[in-house]
Structure formats: structure tokens, C-alpha cells
């Protein structure tokens, strides 16, 4: 079971490495539901997430989901002396803090531009986060922490790039700089053109010389016996001249 779920793991990562850009550390971004349930099920979060996720993290929440643990009092005092352990991230409500699950969809936006992983038990939460593409979730469950597969929004989004319905701001960048270093001008048909006519020019002149040596050979019909020096000066001039071609003949007479 556990190497199933680590490849399983694995495969989930890859993806939102490759279609989402996501690097390490990851930045794993966590309420206060999660570390109750990690609390409970024994699960040292800090020693775990690493070798789960098969790299450097950075655990990290937000002041107003520290806020909400300190309302709720007693029952989730040990949670809030994990969650308090990681690193707090700036959210918008510094001045009048809101429902956790508020926080953290907010912290996401419309694309999850900080890569955040988000750890929660929370089903607002896991609800919201499955409206945006490139959001992986992490929950708690049978005493294991689980990466849950890609939404179906992310996989929606993902097949949408390939089928070139949308480009992302990262990879427009990357084919402009990439034709910029090529020299590929932006449109194509201004170089095809130009080489046509290239090609157009240079036949020409060949095909000309041609129709001249052709038209040469109806004199020399005319046998002339004064010497054959004479024969040969022909022949020297109409390869040179088309001119001597009426000069030719009266030296035979
Ligand atoms: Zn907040």
C-alpha cells in the first residue's frame, strides 16, 4: 500500500511540475484543521511532508488562520502550537481577519501564481480549491497524509493548453524570447516570399543562352570549299556574337 501511494504520489507531482511550474521548495500552505488532524493521528508533519512529497517544502499559513484557532480555544490549543511554528504568510485581511477558509482560497486568486499546495481537513476549503486549475490538495485520512489526484479543472485547463485554446503568460513569453534569439521574424510568409523570387531571377539568363545556341546551327548548312580556316572562324565568332551570324555569310560568297 505505502509504495502505491508514494508512486501514485509521484505521478501527482510530476504533473503539476510539468503543467504548472511547480518547483521546490513546494510551498505547502496549511489551516488549522489540518494540524488537528495531524495532532490526532500522531503524524509528525515537519519529518513526513518531505519524504511524501520527495523534496525540500516550506510549510507556511496566514495570520488569520492562526486568529481562528486562538477563538476556538482550548480543544485546539496543540494545533495552534504547530500551525504558529510555520512561516506567516501576508494575506489582505491584516486589519479585520476572516474565516480561514476564506483566507486561503483568497491567497490562491484565479491561477495559484505562488504555487501553493494547500494542507487543509476542511471541506469549504477543498470545495473552492477544486475550482481552480493547479491547486494540489493535501488532507489527512486512516493516519497518512495523501496528495489528492489533479481536479478536474486542472486536468480541463491542461488539455486546453495542448490543444492550443489557451497559451499561458510563461509560455507566450518563452516563444517570443525564443524566436528573438532565432532571428524569425514574426510572420513567416514575408521570408518564403522572398526566397521565390530569388529563385525566379536566376533561371532567366541560362535559358536565354540556350535559345541562342539553338538558332546558331542553320548556316553552317552551306558547304564552302575555299578552307576550312575560315570554317573555324566562324564557328569562333557565333559562340561569341550573335551579330557575325549576318557577317558570316558574306565571307562564304
Ligand atoms: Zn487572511
Known amino acids: 500500500m505505502k509504495i502505491k501511494r508514494q508512486k501514485q504520489a509521484k505521478k501527482t507531482i510530476s504533473f503539476y511540475k510539468f503543467n504548472f511550474n511547480f518547483r521546490q521548495p513546494f510551498q505547502i500552505l496549511m489551516d488549522g484543521t489540518f494540524c488537528q488532524a495531524a495532532l490526532k493521528n500522531k503524524i509528525q508533519i515537519k519529518e513526513q511532508m518531505p519524504k511524501y512529497l520527495m523534496g525540500e517544502i516550506q510549510l507556511c499559513t496566514t495570520n488569520c488562520a492562526l486568529k481562528e484557532l486562538e477563538t476556538l480555544g482550548k480543544q485546539l490549543y496543540g494545533a495552534k502550537l504547530i500551525l504558529q511554528r510555520f512561516q506567516v504568510r501576508k494575506c489582505p485581511h491584516l486589519k479585520s481577519p476572516v474565516p480561514a477558509s476564506e483566507c486561503l482560497l483568497s491567497m490562491l486568486g484565479e491561477t495559484n501564481p505562488h504555487h501553493y499546495f494547500i494542507a487543509t481537513q476542511d471541506r469549504a476549503v477543498t470545495a473552492g480549491l477544486k475550482k481552480i486549475p493547479g491547486v494540489p490538495l493535501l488532507y489527512i485520512i486512516l493516519n497518512t ?15 486546453a493548453v495542448q490543444l492550443g485554446e489557451l497559451v499561458s503568460p510563461a509560455q507566450q513569453q518563452s516563444i517570443r524570447s525564443l524566436k528573438e534569439e532565432q ?10 516570399g522572398k526566397k521565390r523570387k530569388r529563385k525566379q531571377s536566376n533561371p532567366n539568363p541560362l535559358s536565354c543562352l540556350k535559345k541562342k545556341k539553338k538558332g546558331v546551327p542553320t548556316p553552317p548548312l552551306k558547304k564552302t570549299e575555299p578552307g576550312e580556316k575560315k570554317k573555324r572562324s566562324r564557328h569562333k565568332k557565333r559562340k561569341t556574337v550573335e551579330g557575325d551570324n549576318t557577317t558570316a555569310p558574306a565571307v562564304s560568297l
Open 145 to 159: 497524509i495523501v496528495l489528492d489526484k489533479p481536479s478536474q479543472e486542472s486536468l480541463d485547463h491542461v488539455q
Open 183 to 192: 532571428g524569425i521574424p514574426l510572420k513567416d510568409g514575408e521570408r518564403r
